[in-house]
Structure formats: C-alpha cells, structure tokens
C-alpha cells in the first residue's frame, strides 16, 4: 500500500523505535492514513488489542506512535490504552 508523506514519516519512525512488529506497525499505519484522510469507521473509532507474553514490546508498540505524533491522535493513542486497561483490569 502507498501511503502519504505523513503516513511514510509514522512508518518510518515506528521502524526505528521498535522491532519485530512490522505487522502490527503496518496496521497503525493504516489507521493512521485512513485517519488523515477523513475516513474512520461508521461509530467514529478505531480499536487495536495487542496480545502476548510480557515483555514482547505491547506498551512500547502503543507510546512510539505517541511520541512520533502530536496533538490530537497522540490523546486518541493515550485513551485506547487507558481504556484497554481498564478492560483487562475488568476480566481478571
């Protein structure tokens, strides 16, 4: 998939702050693209649930796209993972 200049930019840095999760990147990516293009999904959200052993890299995979961007979708990254906690706090 091509993706734009902001979009190749996130990629780009997401490559360097994290390895072996270029599945997982590429679909942030995507998300992303579809974002800064105006589309998102008919209730206005877009979920990701990151799974595995602990230390296979879920929250970092969460903060580098925050720290890559600013503003708006960095806030929209921070609330996914406070509610996913909460969520996961909820079932155990």
């Given at each position: ?81 406070a509610s996913s906690s909460t969520a996961m706090?909820?079932?155990?």
């Open positions: 998939m091509q993706t734009g200049p902001e979009a190749g930019k996130l990629d780009s840095n997401l490559h360097k702050r994290i390895v072996g999760q270029d599945d997982a990147i590429q679909q942030i990516v995507d998300v992303y693209q579809t974002y800064l293009a105006g589309c998102q999904a008919p209730d206005g959200d877009s979920q990701f649930s990151f799974s595995g052993p602990t230390g296979s890299g879920k929250t970092r995979l969460v903060e580098a796209p925050a720290e890559s961007l600013a503003g708006e979708l960095a806030r929209w990254l921070r609330s996914i993972v706090k909820s079932l155990n």
